[in-house]
């Protein structure tokens, strides 16, 4: 039966793209039009909400994140369910499977003691609407104020160390989100006193979040992709447990990076770095990442530009020796220094 509703579609399909080629562009245009009419008219009959202002096209810019957001007819400010996901650093799908995902670590967290005032359920029902300039597609949501929520029980989560270690990143995010809202909030209640709101540019709250996240996400955002390692490992065929990405990196992987990487970014770089993000005497490590002292304008984009090309020079080399000829050759080192350390072992 499967199979002979599949045969049915199938003819179907090919039907309709055999009128579609027959069509004018007038016709197939009146037609898609048509199609939209009756996606809304369905949704109607469904009771679903409807979007009035707000696109994907316009979404709301943290950093480099953006999550779709939309203002429906009853007057709900929603975010995409998608966006608020990526917007605490959750990969994965979205749909009713993202929501799953970020209700189960929810409920792992109430299940530890930390009160999340019932937010597990809610988040395990996204509700769907039909999204403005979409031609009737739906989307999945959430009412706008989920989002403070659930950055504040991920952070209240932390305080009282329930965290495992690899959600520690969801915190650290959730803690800029958190500031950057609450700064953003006081301007537009003060813009709203005194009537400021009717003279400030469309998007200048949009500028100030953006400005004030970009420079503290830099503080902590990962840099260097996992990817990026997973290539070395391979070329200094050292066993790598794609089960465990965590795995301790060996030693000699901090000077292997500040060779491949500080080292040719550009002239004196390495030495400043090492200067303004010393060792510290006490516990052997510095006390913070060296891409955290680059430049958001020019230091962070021609870093990001240089590990691509590594990446990419990774994955033509089958082994480290010729790994190494191709960087020398592509990317030469920007020191006096020897191009490689000696590191056979």
Same mark, same amino acid.
């Given at each position: 039966?499967?199979?002979?509703?599949?045969?049915?579609?199938?003819?179907?399909?090919?039907?309709?793209?055999?009128?579609?080629?027959?069509?004018?562009?007038?016709?197939?245009?009146?037609?898609?039009?048509?199609?939209?009419?009756?996606?809304?008219?369905?949704?109607?009959?469904?009771?679903?909400?409807?979007?009035?202002?707000?696109?994907?096209?316009?979404?709301?810019?943290?950093?480099?994140?953006?999550?779709?957001?939309?203002?429906?007819?009853?007057?709900?400010?929603?975010?995409?369910?998608?966006?608020?996901?990526?917007?605490? /650093?959750?990969?994965?799908? +979205?749909?009713?499977?993202?929501?799953? =995902?970020?209700? !189960? *670590? &929810? $409920?792992?967290?109430?299940?530890? /003691?930390?009160?999340?005032? +019932?937010?597990?359920?809610?988040?395990? =029902?996204?509700? !769907? *609407? &039909? $999204?403005?300039?979409?031609?009737?597609?739906?989307?999945?949501?959430?009412?706008?104020?989920?989002?403070?929520?659930?950055?504040?029980?991920?952070?209240?989560?932390?305080?009282?160390?329930?965290?495992?270690?690899?959600?520690?990143?969801f915190a650290d995010r959730c803690e800029v989100l958190v500031r950057g809202l609450a700064n953003v909030g006081i301007i537009a209640l003060v813009d709203e006193a005194t009537g400021y709101q009717e003279h400030r540019?469309?998007?200048?709250?949009?500028?100030?979040?953006?400005?004030?996240?970009?420079?503290?996400?830099?503080?902590?955002?990962?840099?260097?992709?996992?990817?990026?390692?997973?290539?070395?490992?391979?070329?200094?065929?050292?066993?790598?447990?794609?089960?465990?990405?965590?795995?301790?990196?060996?030693?000699?992987?901090?000077?292997?990076?500040?060779?491949?990487?500080?080292?040719?970014?550009?002239?004196?770089?390495?030495?400043?770095?090492?200067?303004?993000?010393?060792?510290?005497?006490?516990?052997?490590?510095?006390?913070?990442?060296?891409?955290?002292?680059?430049?958001?304008?020019?230091?962070h984009p021609a870093l990001k530009a240089h590990i691509t090309a590594l990446m990419a020079l990774q994955d033509v080399s089958d082994t480290k020796a010729q790994f190494r000829e191709l960087v020398d050759k592509a990317?030469?080192?920007?020191?006096?220094?020897?191009?490689?350390?000696?590191?056979?072992?």
């Open positions: 039966m499967a199979s002979e509703d599949r045969q049915k579609k199938s003819k179907q399909s090919r039907g309709g793209e055999a009128r579609a080629k027959k069509m004018t562009a007038a016709e197939r245009s009146k037609s898609a039009s048509q199609a939209s009419k009756a996606r809304w008219a369905g949704h109607r009959r469904e009771g679903l909400p409807h979007a009035i202002l707000g696109s994907e096209d316009r979404p709301l810019r943290i950093g480099e994140i953006e999550i779709p957001c939309y203002v429906l007819e009853d007057g709900r400010r929603v975010l995409s369910q998608r966006g608020i996901k990526t917007s605490i /650093g959750m990969s994965g799908s +979205g749909g009713s499977t993202g929501a799953h =995902r970020m209700a !189960r *670590f &929810v $409920a792992s967290i109430e299940a530890k /003691g930390v009160d999340t005032k +019932g937010l597990a359920a809610s988040i395990n =029902r996204p509700f !769907r *609407f &039909v $999204a403005t300039g979409a031609g009737g597609a739906t989307a999945f949501g959430y009412e706008a104020t989920v989002l403070p929520e659930l950055c504040n029980v991920i952070l209240e989560a932390r305080r009282s160390g329930k965290l495992l270690k690899r959600q520690a990143h540019t469309q998007n200048a709250l949009a500028e100030i979040l953006e400005a004030f996240i970009a420079d503290e996400l830099q503080k902590w955002v990962p840099t260097f992709p996992a990817k990026f390692y997973r290539g070395l490992f391979r070329l200094w065929k050292i066993p790598f447990d794609p089960k465990n990405p965590s795995l301790r990196r060996p030693q000699f992987f901090g000077v292997l990076t500040n060779d491949l990487v500080y080292d040719r970014l550009a002239p004196g770089v390495r030495r400043e770095l090492q200067r303004l993000n010393p060792v510290r005497k006490e516990t052997g490590r510095r006390a913070r990442k060296h891409h955290q002292y680059l430049t958001r304008d020019m230091g990317l030469p080192k920007r020191t006096e220094l020897p191009l490689f350390p000696d590191l056979e072992e």
